[in-house]
């Protein structure tokens, strides 16, 4: 079934819906083009004209003040809520198998992993950029095709609620959760609260259909498939190796290989396998997916400038994703000139926020870097218990961090860690 199907249904005294073909769906008026349905939300409420204007055969708004004539406009209470409705009506008409991922760490990059494995078989979507919330998540469903086998939805929270809420409207018919981490300790406090929080998703898939990583004291108990380097998983994965071209690892026995880095990322990849094979996917289908994935940005992304690498790894962070980091850059570039480490503040750590910042400098002991800059207001903390280290130096401004890594005139490679909310890429000149 289509959206317009739906709405007709939704809207039958609405004649000019009898003659409309929605070609897709947008948030961001700037992006209307002709034959889209624009949903106003919050502030786009205030550019209904001008999506209409651009192209939108029909807008949904919810500002009653607006008091729109056109009949190319439907008013409703709650554009969000109605969206929801219609993207979870609109999951249910049409047969496409939906695949969630959630977890503190690794859900982008296993997206991608997945997506790239699945297409080797099915007419496969994903989530685009960070479109994984109560808006996001319905607004990737909605821009789905019938006549799409396969949805691959990433989904994040920082509540209790919130994957109940998006599983609600995505009906997953297969779940993965990748580690239950230090994530959105501000709102949930804990870990045993994020698992709680997390677990939500296992309200809603068969344990036979769900993955997760076994060797995570939260999730080694879990009914479902396990992924793991320990003995007592479902799917093992052992001799793991690595270079600057990626990582090669065996999982239940079969050598598979991954043109990403990292030991985390092999965890990742594994899910992918996993899911391929409860799915029928061929060998060989799963290995070529696995060399063709192509990862969303800032998941250490490489990105040359003259004599600089940067490793660009800032699109999120928190204390585990941070000693991973930093454990796969010094593994991999141990024989380059001059290395670099810039740190940005990890967010959303709550009242603990002080400690786990501190506790980053046992990482740093172990590094190799020659330097070590380090940003943002959190930042101040482990700043305070390095002082020693000659290595370590603390920055008001990104701009500085530039100038800084300029003035050293050699073969360098700079890795960039931190949260969203920091924008580290901003350094790179």
Known sequence: MKIIDLLRDYFPEK???????????????????????FFAIKGGNNHVEEAIK??????????????????????????????QKLARDY??????????????????????IIYSVLSQRFRTKKTQGNHNNHIGLPYTILNAQPEDEVLVLEMGMSDFGEI????????????????????????????????????????????????????????????????????????????????????????????YRIPINGEHNVINASFAVVLGLEMGLS?????????????TPMRFQKIEKGKKLYINDAYNANPTSMKLAIETFDKLYNKRACK????????ELGEKSEEYHKNI????????????????????????????????????????????????NEKSVILLKGSRGMKLEEIIK
């Open 15 to 37: 004649k000019i819906l009898e003659s409309m073909d929605i070609k897709d769906v947008c948030m961001d008026s700037r992006e209307v083009k002709k034959g889209s349905l």
């Open 54 to 83: 651009n192209g939108a055969v029909l807008v949904i708004y919810d500002r009653k003040d607006l008091l729109i004539q056109d009949e190319n406009t439907i008013f409703t209470e709650d554009t969000v809520n109605f969206m």
């Open 91 to 112: 999951r249910k008409s049409n047969q496409t198998k939906v695949v969630a991922i959630t977890g503190s760490n690794g859900k982008t990059t296993t997206k991608d």
């Open 164 to 255: 109940d809420l998006l599983c609600s409207i995505a009906l997953p018919d297969y779940g993965i959760i990748t580690n239950i981490g230090e994530s959105h300790l501000e709102y949930l406090k804990n870990k045993e609260n994020v698992f709680k929080a997390k677990g939500e998703l296992l309200e809603y898939v068969h344990s036979k259909n769900t993955i997760v990583f076994g060797d995570d004291y939260y999730l080694k108990d879990i009914h479902g498939i396990k992924v793991g380097y320990g003995d007592e998983n479902t799917f093992k994965i052992s001799e793991f190796i690595e270079n600057d071209k990626g990582a090669e690892f065996k999982l239940a026995g079969k050598t």
């Open 283 to 295: 060998l060989s289908e799963i290995e070529k997916g696995l060399q063709g994935v192509e990862l």
């Open 340 to 347: 670099i480490i810039v740190l940005g503040d990890m967010l």
């Open 361 to 408: 400098k046992y990482y740093l002991k172990k590094s190799k870097a020659e330097y070590i800059f380090l940003y943002g207001k959190e930042m101040k903390n482990l700043w305070s218990v390095c002082q020693d280290d000659k290595r370590v130096y603390y920055f008001e401004d990104k701009i500085l961090i530039s100038k800084k890594i300029e003035s050293i």
